[in-house]
T-cell receptor
Framework: DTGVSQDPRHKITKRGQNVTFRCDPI?????LYWYRQTLGQGPEFLTY????????KSRLLSDRFSAERPKGSFSTLEIQRTEQGDSAMYLC??????????????FGQGTRLTVV | AQSVTQLGSHVSVSEGALVLLRCNYS??????LFWYVQYPNQGLQLLLK??????LVKGINGFEAEFKKSETSFHLTKPSAHMSDAAEYFC????????????FGTGTRLKVLA
């Protein structure tokens, strides 16, 4: 297994367009997280899935954002009507359900979104 | 609520010198602490973690960190800096229940001078 994969690595879009990002976690990991990282900041939590269930969403996740994890495998994060403030690196992470809190998160390479 | 503070957004050291990156945390329960490194336009790579047990934790690439409960600190050190250590370093604490999501500090950018 090659780790957490994210696609695309870079996305440039015009303001008002919709974008969708994909995350493929490590295959046996049932916990999946999305984070957003803006320039000069640490990653901030967006949302969390346990298997296919979305169990927590941050206040950062406005109603223009939606995330899914069908069948508990890959996940998608969609942003509708993008705004310049959405420009950021979007990071996906996964952890094993075993020993829950003890398990460290494995991060993907991220998707860098630029809204022009 | 848990939080992490990283003192010094930028740290410069000479090659071969000691690296010290500071991290202080706030947590009402025993914390689980992590240090991650991020190279430009890359994701985060785990350097080391503290969960329970030994308070001096050794990680990859010669880094180590010591958990000091009395000082609520988890500073990252490396005896001798290498040029390849230049990167951004993030300290994080994991939530104690529920999602176990991470709360990150704002990061410290390490520059290594030749």
């Amino acid at each position: 297994d090659t780790g957490v994969s994210q696609d695309p690595r870079h996305k440039i879009t015009k303001r008002g367009q919709n974008v969708t990002f994909r995350c493929d976690p490590i295959s046996e990991h049932n916990r999946l997280y999305w984070y957003r990282q803006t320039l000069g900041q640490g990653p901030e939590f967006l949302t969390y899935f346990q298997n296919e269930a979305q169990l927590e969403k941050s206040r950062l996740l406005s109603d223009r954002f939606s995330a899914e994890r069908p069948k508990g495998s890959f996940s998608t994060l969609e942003i509708q009507r993008t705004e310049q403030g959405d420009s950021a690196m979007y990071l996906c992470a996964s952890t094993s359900g075993l020993r829950s809190r003890l398990s460290e998160a494995f991060f993907g390479q991220g998707t860098r979104l630029t809204v022009v | 609520a848990q939080s992490v503070t990283q003192l010094g957004s930028h740290v410069s050291v000479s090659e071969g010198a000691l690296v010290l990156l500071r991290c202080n945390y706030s947590s009402s329960v025993p914390p689980y602490l992590f240090w991650y490194v991020q190279y430009p336009n890359q994701g985060l790579q785990l350097l080391l973690k503290y969960t329970t047990g030994a308070t001096l934790v050794k990680g990859i690439n010669g880094f180590e960190a010591e958990f000091k409960k009395s000082e609520t600190s988890f500073h990252l050190t490396k005896p001798s800096a290498h040029m390849s250590d230049a990167a951004e370093y993030f300290c994080a604490v994991s939530e104690s229940s529920g999602t176990y999501k991470y709360i990150f500090g704002t990061g410290t950018r390490l520059k290594v001078l030749a």
